[in-house]
Every structure is written in C-alpha cells, then in structure tokens.
C-alpha cells in the first residue's frame, strides 16, 4: 500500500477501492494524461508537502510533529484519525516521499512523483539520526542546495575564504563536480538582489492582505452554507435509498423479482449508499483543507520578502521562505532563473485585480509601489461593492 499523501490507481485509471473518491478523481483527471499506477493525492500531498516545510525550518520533536500533522487536518487511517509518533516517524523515514523505493534494505527510483527532494530526504535522515541539524549548522549559506547551475546542471555551493589581509570573504560558485564548467562564481549579494526582485513580485501589503483574509473568511462562510444544504439534501436521498432498499427486500420476499435482479439492484443502491455516505464525510474537511490553504498562501505572500531581507531572521526560515515559494532555481551567466510555485505564479504574473463584477476596474494596482490608485469616491463604492477575487475566484461583499 502507498504511504498517506500517495493514491494507487487500478487498471482502469480509477482511485483503487476505498480510496475512491469524487472530487480527487475528477482533480487527477485535469492532469491531462494517462495516470500512473501511484498517483500524488491531489488533496493531502499538498499538506504533507507543508509537513515537510514545517519539519525542514528547524529542530523539531516526533511528539511535535505529530502535533503538527494533526493540526494541519490529516486524518490517519488508524487510531480514530490521529498521528502517533511511531506513524511520523515511520513517514519521515520513508523514501517514498522521495520518488525512491525501499526493496529488501535496498533503494530504487520509483516511477511516482516525488514530495520532498531526495536531498530534502538525506536531510530529515540526518536530523533523525542526531548528526546534524539545520540550526546547529553555524556557517551555513542560504542558498546551499537550493541553486543548481544551469549549464552543467551541478550544484551552486557557498564558498568561505580568508583574505592575507584576515579579512574574511564569501561567494557562490558552481560544484563543477562533473568536470569543467565555464561558469564564474558571484557574489552573495548579486544573488541576493534577485532574489529580493522576485519576492517583491509575490508581495501583498498590508491593506490587500488584510482584504483578501477577510474576502476568503467570507467565502469560507458561504461554502459552509451550501455544504450545509448538500448534506441535507444527501441525508433526503440516503432516507430515500433505504425506503428503496426496504421495498426491493418485500418484493423479493414477495417472490416479485429473480433472485438474480434482487441481487443486482441491491448492489446497485448499496453502492450508491456508499457514495453518498462518503460525500458527507469528505465534504467539511476538504472546505476546511481549502481555508487552511488559503490563510497560508496569503500570510506567506505577506511576509516573504520582508522576512527574507530581514537580516535577522535565521538562515533555516529563509531557506524555508525560497522552498515554498520558488523552485527550479538555476544560476546562468549570473542571472538567476527562476520558477514560481502555485499559486504565488498568480500573484507574480497577473496584477492583483479586486473588481466590483459588473462594472470596470475601479482600483489601479501599482505593482511597483504596492498600492492601491484611487479617490475617495472610488473607496465608496468600494465599501459597498460585490467584489470577485482573482485569486479564488470568490465573489463576496467587501466589509
Ligand atoms: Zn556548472
């Protein structure tokens, strides 16, 4: 059985056995290509990904993690839903998570998508094993391991040196651990002014932070609403297959049906039964999966570039600050090519929009300065308009 974050897929593309499930079946199907035998739960690996953020910031005990996960709305297939410590600790030593697997002491690459690195991996191994850990590292670089060279494809390593002088010095270069690689090593600080460029470009300020937790709170409510009326509504036609149920028993007692068309139909509103049931019991925790996911995207869009020139945040939260938000860093001629993770893409690409619907933008996002262009008469309207969010596409009423 794969371990919790991961779905096995039957011969037919479908979720295998209890597994099942609507919502993430329909979810793997926008992937757009055949499924995979293992396929990544489109619900949970999300959050376990964010386990492993969490895990990775610093010193952290299984009691701790364990804490953590069922914080974070995980649900264990054992002891009514809840995390034991032996069960985290089972899961950070899995390479699984790693896109490896483990066959008779030995390790081979798995055809599934990974969760965590497999440096990520050796790095949670080493922490277990009391080796090492992030904090006790005293010279660390923020971006070890987080930049790969872009023309050999080796790994951008922190370099410390003394000048005759005693004067100490720092630079990053390529490993050139594959041989000769034309590259030329930089300064900190020219990777730092790139790095800060592209965290600006996520950044909210403070009155579109403040907005956009209170437009999701608001949309949260309404979702709660309609799951309360989909779960009535599920809770009428469950009554109704069991009226249904009751019915066909008399008509075969009755001797009004073959054995074999009772049998088949029984199976048939059984399954159904089954659906339904399970719908009720997913549907407040998917809602709740979503808010969760939403307050964190929009905090870390907040935070993220002040925390990270912050230079007296510690190296770990930057590292943790540049995992969450980017990946496939790539060093090239000294220009830093990077990729945005979803949704921050969003946030990096499209100007962050808030419009009344129905009427033309009434507010000007400046990107550069970070603020909102308008009149006072403009904030009038504001207050009294439905406004759509880009970002989840919720329609709410502002204040
Ligand atoms: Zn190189």
Wanted: proline share 4%; hydrophobic share 35%.
């Amino acid at each position: 059985m794969t371990p919790i974050g991961y779905l096995n897929i039957d011969a037919d593309g479908k979720i295998a056995g209890k597994f099942y499930d609507h919502e993430k079946q329909t979810s793997l199907i926008t992937l757009g290509r055949s499924l995979r035998r293992v396929e990544k739960d489109p619900l949970i690996a999300p959050l376990i990904r964010s386990f492993f953020d969490w895990y990775l910031v610093e010193p952290r005990t299984l009691k701790q993690s364990a804490q953590y996960m069922n914080h974070l709305g995980i649900k264990s297939p054992r002891f009514k839903g809840k995390y034991s410590i032996s069960m985290i600790e089972r899961i950070l030593k899995n390479p699984f998570y790693s896109g490896q697997m483990r066959y008779e002491h030995e390790l081979f690459s798995g055809v599934h998508d990974p969760i965590i690195t497999s440096r990520e991996f050796s790095d949670i191994q080493s922490y277990l094993s009391g080796k090492s850990h992030p904090m006790l590292v005293k010279h660390d670089f923020v971006y070890r391991g987080l930049i790969q060279c872009a023309e050999c494809g080796c790994s951008i390593v922190g370099v410390r040196k003394k000048k005759l002088s005693g004067k100490e010095y720092e630079y990053y270069t390529c490993s050139k651990r594959r041989g000769t690689c034309g590259q030329k090593p930089l300064k900190p600080a020219e990777i730092d002014i790139q790095v800060h460029e592209k965290l600006q470009a996520v950044y909210i300020d403070e009155r579109v932070w403040e907005l956009c937790k209170k437009l999701i709170k608001l949309h949260f409510a309404s979702q709660l609403e309609k799951q309360g009326s989909h779960v009535e509504q599920w809770g009428r036609d469950l009554s109704l297959l069991d009226k249904k149920l009751a019915n066909l028993l008399d008509a075969h007692l009755s001797e009004t049906v073959t054995k074999e068309d009772y049998i088949a139909k029984k199976n048939e509103l059984l399954n159904e039964k089954a659906h339904i049931e399970q719908k009720i019991k997913d549907g407040g925790s998917s809602t709740r999966h979503w808010l969760l996911d939403a307050e964190t995207f929009f905090d870390k869009a907040h935070h993220a570039f002040t925390r990270f020139a912050d230079p007296d945040v510690d190296i770990s939260e930057k590292k943790q600050i540049l995992r969450s938000i980017g990946w496939n860093l790539r060093l090239f001629d000294g220009n830093l090519e990077w990729h945005y993770k979803k949704p921050f893409d969003i946030l990096a690409t499209q100007i962050l929009d808030l419009q009344p619907v129905g009427t033309n933008a009434f507010v000007n996002y400046n990107k550069k300065t970070s603020s909102f262009a308008e009149s006072p008469l403009l904030i009038e309207s504001w207050r009294d308009a439905w406004v759509q969010c880009q970002i989840c596409r919720g329609v709410s009423r502002a204040f």
